[in-house]
């Protein structure tokens, strides 16, 4: 089993839609935890850090819910510049620790 | 504001081949990482380092080498190439991986390889 599993999709949406993503984790040690954007040959960046409490900016919320271990991202009022390549990202506790990617999730925004 | 910077951003190497793709950061950032990308595979994480003197292994190691001898660099060498080592790599560096608050990876502009 993977460390960190996300739906590989692709997400085909029109401009305005709602879309959510989940990603699962495998390591209940795991403290911290993101959303990264790639787009197309480029390096991946940082969308956001998700909090315990669940945190939001502007179109996007993370949620965390360490119980089930999945964390999710939502993406209110799509934008065709949403299109892009969603990963969670988690850091994986042992004895030293490192950041594990899950496989990305595609969104395509469609007008 | 250099970041992390990562060179050679192309190369096309023949089986059996060895080469080092280099990988500078400017941040002071104790955690740097190598991972390399695949068509369907995502990000796979090749090795890691905590600090200056400290690698450690990720998920796809082998055929690769690492060394940390200074907090700036973290070379990674292919110890002699093979078609299924063509990928796109990546060098990410992080202030701590455990924080939430300081674990953002800054990541170079990636280096693409190609091995006949």
């Known amino acids: 089993r993977k460390e960190v599993e996300q739906d590989p999709g692709p997400f085909n949406v029109p401009e305005g839609a709602t879309v959510a993503f989940n990603c699962t984790y495998s390591n209940s040690a795991s403290q911290s935890f993101f959303w990264y954007r790639q787009d197309c040959r480029k390096e991946p960046k940082l969308l956001m850090s998700v909090y315990s409490s669940g945190n939001e900016d502007g179109r996007f919320t993370a949620q965390l819910n360490r119980a089930s271990q999945y964390i999710s991202l939502l993406i209110r009022d799509s934008k065709l510049s949403d299109s892009a390549t969603y990963l969670c990202?988690?850091?994986?506790?042992?004895?030293?620790?490192?950041?594990?990617f899950g496989t990305g999730t595609r969104l395509q925004v469609f007008p | 504001n250099a970041g992390v910077t990562q060179t050679p951003k192309f190369q096309v190497l023949k089986t059996g081949q060895s080469m080092t793709l280099q990988c500078a950061q400017d941040m002071n950032h104790e955690y740097m990482s190598w991972y390399r990308q695949d068509p369907g595979m995502g990000l796979r994480l090749i090795h890691y380092s905590v600090g200056a003197g400290i690698t450690d292994q990720g998920e796809v190691p082998n055929g690769y080498n690492v060394s940390r001898s200074t907090t700036e660099d973290f070379p990674l060498r292919l110890l002699s190439a093979a078609p299924s080592q063509t990928s796109v790599y990546f060098c990410?560096?992080?202030?701590?991986?455990?924080?939430?608050?300081?674990?953002?990876?800054?990541f170079g502009e990636g280096s693409r390889l190609t091995v006949l």
């Open positions: 990202v988690v850091n994986i506790y042992g004895h030293t620790d490192k950041l594990i």
């Open positions: 990410a560096s992080s202030y701590s991986p455990r924080s939430q608050n300081t674990g953002e990876l800054f």
